[in-house]
């Protein structure tokens, strides 16, 4: 079906490090890369099988096409890993579990330095007026305030510790 086997997979395994790479950017995420790549894989057997052509009538008017039982195998364990990583999946979201604090090591999936160090804030600001909107990016807490006479930046910074609890 491919001419060029191995220039197909290359390509793909060049995208694939590619947006492992652009999750660990900021506002990126690789949980929704490795799930995506999950999903399609395991789609992929429950959708894509392929067909076995076994014999060819003498009047090449009829062919008969069967599965192996490999193929019902692999289409039903797919079937039934995709559910329930669906299923659970959208019950541990919509209950709001985060699943970092069971995984003490998930969390360097996806980051990268320096947001990786611990201890590490950033917040998000901007200013209306003499109005100063400040989200942490780690909690995302938020709050308005006034500005004083002081330097904007420095009260950002110092709302953002308060905010993110450091």
Known sequence: MHTHKFDEMLILVVIIVLDL????????????????????????????????????????????????SYQYALR??????????????????FKGVDLNDYCSWCHYITCAPPSCKPGYISCEDYQIGNKLNVTCLNNGRSGIFSLSNRNPDEQAEELCYRLCGK
């Open 76 to 93: 039903i364990i797919s079937f039934v890993l995709l559910s329930v990583g669906l299923v659970g999946g959208g019950v541990l979201f």
């Open 21 to 68: 790479a652009l999750g660990t950017f900021p506002f990126g995420s690789n949980f929704s890369n490795i799930g995506g790549f999950t999903s399609g894989f395991l789609l992929g057997f429950v959708i894509l099988t392929r067909r076995q052509h076994h014999w060819l009538n003498l009047n090449k008017s009829n062919t008969s096409q069967k599965q192996e």
